[in-house]
């Protein structure tokens, strides 16, 4: 069964930095693209970034992109999402996802992490 | 990149059909068949209901269908169920830089 689990998330004062991570398991981790999701509260959702199989491709939505960065460990099964300089609209939880079938969406689903920016 | 265009809100019957619509523009929606659609119900992560257009993942209801007509995308949801209470979101493959986009989001509600 595939498996998402994201952690890290919490209360961070504007301008400060936050690292999530997610924890996969049940598939071939090493094989598969796997992007950062985002939802504000009471909002829609907003695809943030993603990596490709090796870390060699990177790619952000142009509200992030800058301040946050995304690497991953295949040895350990996860992939992390740096964030720096965040502001209030950062505000959301945070989901990581793997594609359905190697195709252009998204199949699986972490249950996300709480990131609140506030003073 | 701005979010593709979703109605705010749809209502049916129990038993009745509802389309969801997602208007996009020609650089995403008109330009790849990769549309997608997730059915998110209040405290869950969204669940992929339909891919590549029209595709069903397996265990998806055949009462949920997908089309496509220039830079619009639909979601037929037919014999509509209490369990199909939820918000709707489509999202759209809009090339190597932007990457994706989603839609604004529609609130399905039941008569």
């Known amino acids: 069964e595939v498996q998402l689990v994201e952690s890290g998330g919490g209360l961070v004062q504007p301008g400060g930095s936050l690292r999530l991570s997610c924890v996969a398991s049940?598939?071939?981790?090493?094989?598969?693209?796997i992007s950062w999701v985002r939802q504000a509260p009471g909002k829609g959702l907003e695809w943030v970034a993603n990596i490709n199989q090796d870390g060699s491709e990177k790619n952000f939505a142009a509200p992030v992109k800058g301040r946050f960065t995304i690497s991953r460990d295949n040895a350990k099964n996860s992939v992390y999402l740096q964030m720096n300089s965040l502001r209030a609209e950062d505000t959301a939880v945070y989901h990581c996802a793997r594609d359905y079938d190697r195709t252009y969406s998204f199949g699986y689903w972490g249950q996300g992490s709480l990131v609140m920016v506030s003073s | 990149q701005s979010a593709l265009t979703q109605p705010a809100s749809v209502s049916g019957s129990p038993g009745q059909s509802i389309t969801i619509s997602c208007t996009g523009t020609s650089s995403d929606v008109g330009s790849y068949n990769l549309v997608s659609w997730y059915q998110q119900h209040p405290g869950k992560a969204p669940k992929l209901m339909i891919y590549?257009?029209?595709k069903r993942p397996s265990g998806v209801s055949n009462r949920f269908s997908g089309s496509k007509s220039g830079n619009t995308a639909s979601l037929t949801i037919s014999g509509l169920q209490a369990e199909d209470e939820a918000d709707y979101y489509c999202?759209?493959?809009?090339?190597?830089?932007?990457?994706?986009?989603f839609g604004t989001g529609t609130k399905v509600t039941l008569l």
């Open positions: 049940g598939f071939t981790f090493s094989t598969y693209w």
């Open positions: 590549e257009g029209s």
């Open positions: 999202c759209s493959y809009a090339g190597p830089i932007i990457r994706f986009v």
